[in-house]
């Protein structure tokens, strides 16, 4: 029995070995794809987003707010021909009062927007980092997130995944200190040790960590193919800038003249 598990022993190892640097190399790509998913969240899309509200949000909310007062009227039109289809007279409170349930949700588009524009003056009055305080931030802000991200680490206590929403808050406020506490808290995930059911673990957590990086890298397409990431290239350049500014003022217009046209069909149709 001695000899046949001895023998085992030598079969087990290369391929405890082999399993375990595999396993060890997709913690490490995927701890790198998460800080660069979080750097795309927090960092990137959010500097982003406040180059372009600072740049255009404000003739952005002006021409959205013009284009639902166009849309409120032409709907007006169409509630009181109704009416008069039916050789009603239009009750001007009632449809008013429709018009306020039609249109609820443009209005709250409409506060998202002023919220928009807040965060990003707030974050435009932030404290920027040095180059070596930044690098600092990110070396920590990774060594936690292979420590505590739970899809890395899919045995960690409450605790644990608390501390890491506390890590994430201060990674997306930029604050060192809290990321240098943390760090110091954490220690890198230790492998079991040689055995049948370590084989089986790690071949569960190959598989389990492959499937988890397959969805990561799609989660980042999808980040970088939508707004604010897809105005990367407008926010660098002046020109793009103009020309969209240039591009809301003329719809602006456009939805301006339709104003007084449907002001002046309401008051054609109430005479």
Do not use: W
């Not at 890395?152 to 644990?160: H, T, V």
């Not at 506390?166 to 220690?187: C, Q, S």
Request: glycine share 2%; proline share 2%; net charge negative.
């Amino acid at each position: 029995m001695v000899i046949e598990s001895q023998s085992s022993n030598i079969i087990l190892f290369p391929k405890y070995e082999e399993l375990k640097s595999e396993v060890e190399k997709l913690r490490a790509d995927l701890s790198k794809l998460y800080f660069e998913y979080d750097e795309l969240r927090f960092v990137i899309c959010p500097n982003i987003e406040m180059q372009y509200m600072l740049a255009l949000g404000s003739l952005e909310y002006k021409l959205f707010e013009t284009q639902c007062k166009m849309l409120r009227l032409k709907r007006k039109v169409e509630l009181i021909q109704a009416k008069l289809n039916q050789q009603e007279k239009p009750d001007i409170s009632e449809i008013e009062e429709q018009l306020d349930e039609e249109f609820a949700e443009y209005q709250d588009l409409l506060e998202i927007q002023i919220e928009a524009m807040n965060e990003a003056l707030d974050r435009s009055k932030g404290e920027i980092l040095s180059d070596e305080d930044e690098k600092e931030l990110k070396d920590l802000y990774r060594k936690i997130v292979k420590a505590l991200h739970s899809d890395l680490n899919p045995d960690l206590s409450e605790a644990e995944i608390d501390l890491f929403m506390n890590a994430v808050e201060a990674y997306k406020n930029a604050d060192l200190n809290a990321i240098r506490i943390i760090a110091e808290m954490v220690d890198d995930g230790e492998f079991p040790d040689e055995s049948d059911n370590a084989l089986v673990y790690l071949t569960k957590e190959r598989d389990r960590l492959q499937a988890l990086i397959e969805h990561i890298e799609e989660e980042i397409c999808i980040t970088k193919d939508c707004f604010p990431y897809n105005m990367r290239e407008i926010v660098k350049d002046s020109a793009k800038i103009e020309e969209m500014k240039q591009e809301f003022k003329h719809l602006q217009k456009l939805y301006e003249e339709e104003i007084e046209l449907y002001k002046a069909k309401i008051a054609e149709m109430l005479e």
